[in-house]
Antibody, heavy 124, light 110 residues
Framework: QVQLQESGPGLVKPSQTLSLTCTVS??????????WSWIRQPAGKGLEWIGR???????????NYNPSLKSRVTISVDTSKNQFSLKLGSVTAADTAVYYC????????????WGQGTLVTVAS | QSALSQPAYVSGSPGQSITISCSGS?????????VSWYQQHPGKAPKLILN???ERPSGVSDRFSGSKSGNTASLTISGLQTEDEADYFCCSYGGADTWLFGGGTKLTVL
């Protein structure tokens, strides 16, 4: 099974862009076997699906985003580094959360496995 | 899209059974058999414990079971153990390649 690890700044200023990277090990990000998602969790609150990306070795792929975040989110993939990334623009304190990168098997409507999560705080 | 609705707190004694509900709409829980449940211990990432309403992944105890009626899904934990004390989240496919989560339920084993 693949393993995922998030990385990126733990502090972002309001109005700036939050950028995180997820490194995938134990399998190719472009195998076509998985969708790659970002999910976040504000402290003491529930989970929120942000979006996902799918890519294959042929270069075909697609992205899907949470409608409530779509205008501010971009998810991309770097197959040479076996990584996928999240960019969330115009952040506010409400975007402070633990961000998880997560895999879901192609044609499987659940999320597994998960990265350990990384806390991102939006503050000046 | 609105988050799915779960009770904030549930409690039970060791050996008892508890049920956590997850209410949605005909556009999500009621419209698809794609409800999953996750267990989260403090400071840890969520762990998948049920998928497709009733299916248990390999390695998950058979004390965990799921069901769905209309727009409400349920997670039942039988024979409560102290290690079951955790937060539990439901998730449903919401159509158009989107997913919704519940607000979470904190289970206390008294």
């Amino acid at each position: 099974q693949v393993q995922l690890q998030e990385s990126g700044p733990g502090l972002v200023k309001p109005s700036q862009t939050l950028s995180l990277t997820c490194t995938v090990s134990g399998g190719s990000i472009s195998s076509g076997s998985y969708f790659w998602s970002w999910i976040r969790q504000p402290a003491g609150k529930g989970l929120e699906w942000i979006g996902r990306i799918y890519t294959t070795r042929s270069g075909s792929g697609r992205t899907n985003y949470n409608p409530s975040l779509k205008s501010r989110v971009t998810i991309s993939v770097d197959t040479s580094k076996n990584q996928f990334s999240l960019k969330l623009g115009s952040v506010t304190a409400a975007d402070t959360a633990v961000y998880y990168c997560v895999a879901s098997g192609y044609d499987f409507e659940w999320f597994d496995p998960w990265g350990q999560g990384t806390l991102v705080t939006v503050a000046s | 899209q609105s988050a799915l609705s779960q009770p904030a707190y549930v409690s039970g004694s060791p050996g008892q059974s508890i049920t956590i509900s997850c209410s949605g709409s005909s556009n999500d829980v009621g419209g698809y058999n794609y409800v999953s449940w996750y267990q989260q211990h403090p400071g840890k990432a969520p762990k998948l414990i049920l998928n497709d309403v009733t299916e248990r992944p390999s390695g998950v105890s058979d004390r965990f079971s799921g069901s769905k009626s209309g727009n409400t899904a349920s997670l039942t934990i039988s024979g409560l153990q102290t290690e079951d004390e955790a937060d539990y989240f439901c998730c449903s496919y919401g159509g158009a390649d989107t997913w919704l989560f519940g607000g979470g339920t904190k289970l206390t084993v008294l």
